[in-house]
């Protein structure tokens, strides 16, 4: 059953004036995406963006049977799709492919009631198992065992495990005490994991870390004093 928004258009008009719209127009249901402005939208864009919304939820309305517990009218479901419309923006879910990740989670819901907009919005994140990537430990401890010299006929579990470990340099993750070496690790393998979700080359080079500027320290004046001396001899030519 779609719960006719006819008031969404009104409230984005209203409430969000410089930021809901939907990039193309006349795309189908989940074919679209949203994005941030800094103009009015039209009719055209609002009328879209409730499409989406309306879809969502009649989508959403088919996973959970229980959703009357939590709408129980009509104006409870468009206050929700107020807030939905939101907290999807503000979180950053944009994409065809995000909503399609979040409705797959929640067809899997072994419970009958709607899910908050936090919930959907982690279920709209790509689960990086899902792609047979490891979790970062794991894919630490291939690297550090596949960069040691004896290892032979190394074999990679994914391919973001091996430019994260040529990213943080084999001879470190061989050599270097893993202290050392897994926040190196740990950054370039974020990266490549965030590339491989959104379908980005990992062949790219990753930019190198800035390095972590040190705190001053400290000098005894007694010290200060002794290599001011002795920098004044060298000046005299002596001793």
């Not at 258009?9 to 990039?23: F, G, T, Y």
């Not at 127009?25 to 989940?30: E, F, I, L, V, Y």
């Not at 907009?117 to 490891?134: M, R, S």
Request: one cysteine or more; aromatic letters at 8%.
């Amino acid at each position: 059953m779609v719960m006719a928004l006819k008031s969404i258009a009104e409230v984005i008009e209203l409430d969000q004036q410089k930021r809901v719209v939907c990039s193309a127009k006349n795309a189908g249901p989940t074919q679209s995406y949203f994005h941030e402005v800094e103009s009015k939208p039209d009719s055209d864009q609002l009328q879209a963006t409730a499409r989406i919304i309306n879809i969502l939820f009649a989508e959403l309305q088919s996973c959970f049977p229980a959703w009357k517990t939590t709408f129980p009218s009509k104006s409870d479901v468009d206050a929700a799709k107020r807030t939905w419309t939101k907290g999807l923006l503000e979180a950053g879910i944009s994409s065809e492919q995000q909503l399609q990740w979040g409705l797959r989670k929640a067809r899997r819901s072994e419970s009958p009631f709607w899910p908050s907009v936090g919930q959907f919005i982690k279920w709209c994140q790509p689960d990086p198992a899902e792609f047979g990537l490891p979790t970062p430990e794991a894919a630490f401890r291939e690297a550090s065992r596949n960069s040691h010299p004896a290892s032979v006929d190394c074999k990679w579990t994914h391919p973001a495990v091996y430019v994260a470990a040529r990213e943080a340099g084999k001879f470190e993750l061989a050599n270097l005490p893993c202290d050392k070496t897994w926040p190196l690790f740990q950054r370039a393998y974020s990266i490549t994991v965030r590339r491989v979700l959104e379908g980005e080359d990992l062949s790219g080079e990753i930019p190198k870390a800035l390095p972590q500027k040190r705190e001053p320290r400290s000098v005894d004046p007694k010290v200060a004093q002794q290599h001011i001396e002795r920098l004044k001899k060298m000046l005299k030519g002596g001793q």
